[in-house]
């Protein structure tokens, strides 16, 4: 047999389905709502502070683990807004996005054989991270219309061999935000299995109706055996920089920058400078950020039950998980795909977010990180659909 083939590893996931929803979208001219990019500009301030690094010639590599200013920021950013000491040279590795830190971060604690604990629906990278730094994995299903766990299931997929739980809050793609309580849940059973937290928080700033954001590090217990991610994607609106970091116990750290190192190297250096300034803008840049995306959200919710979807409004992040059955179409893909194609708006099928595709069959997300032209464009053109029983 030939071995010009990938890897087993490679054949065990597919493309991306939302990049792939994103290319149909441009074939079509649809309007898309469905990869989670903003359409619209990033803040001057920190566009300025990337050029102004360029023409400094900030042009070589930074130190691999990430630039001064930057893991100094947050470092800060972290201690100050939670009340836990964070210290930068000892815990902060900045990455390319927090794509490359959750990479890194797998591959630098998990061996073949280790179990992961992840929430489903989940972002659909995990999967393969998992698969790629030789990880098990225990799925345990968040359902809807609170996206809640049932504790007894999330107890039972712990044993002795499972090394990590992954959580992300506010999550992709429920907009479900996990409360102290359960967060407590997920500590307890961290502790009794002595098990590494993997705590995605890229979403922390995009949370409305006065819902707090709770790092899981800030828990009992939990400072010494989580890794917080994050990144400047989201908050800042450059999801092309590829900046991100992870804030690790100072015993985890080593390996996750050997890792990193070898993986990248480094971040764009005058985009880290550009971190800095950006993890410095006033508490007020949040607050406005966090209530644009909530108005978005209320538009696009109104937009999407109009034209007759079943939605479940999220507490945070930019996206709404909605359930399809009333347009009577065999499946999400079916359906996604004779949205992007007749009707002309690209969503993401329930199925890419789940381990069981039966699970999403009915389900479809819709993101919102975009200009109010677009939601109204998504509007006129939703204005096609009819349920079933009325076609
Ligand atoms: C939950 C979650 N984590 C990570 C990422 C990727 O972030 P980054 O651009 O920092 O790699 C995304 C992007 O959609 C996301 O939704």
Known sequence: MSKITGSKKATQFTESVIREMTRLNEMYGGVNLSQGFPDFPAPAAVKEAACAAINADVNQYAVTWGARPLREAVAREFSRRY?????ADEQVTVCC???????STMLAIIDPGDEVVIFEPFYENYGPDAILSGATTRYVTLREPHWSFDPDELAAAFNDKTKAIIINTPNNPTGKVFTREELETIAALCRKWDVIAISDEIYEHIIYDGLRHTPIATIDGMADRTVTINGLSK??????WRVGWTISPPSLTGAIRKVHDFLTVGAAAPLQEAGAVALGLPEDYYIKLAENYRQRRDVLLDVLERHHFTVYKPDGAYYIMTDI???GFADDVEFARYLVKDVGVAAVPGSSFYQNAEKGRTKLRFCFCKKDETLAEADVRLARLVPAAVR
């Open 97 to 103: 996005g927090s794509t490359e830190a959750m990479m």
């Open 83 to 87: 009340g836990v000491p964070i210290v």
């Open 325 to 327: 059955t009333v347009f």
């Open 235 to 240: 908050t800042y609106s450059v999801t092309g």
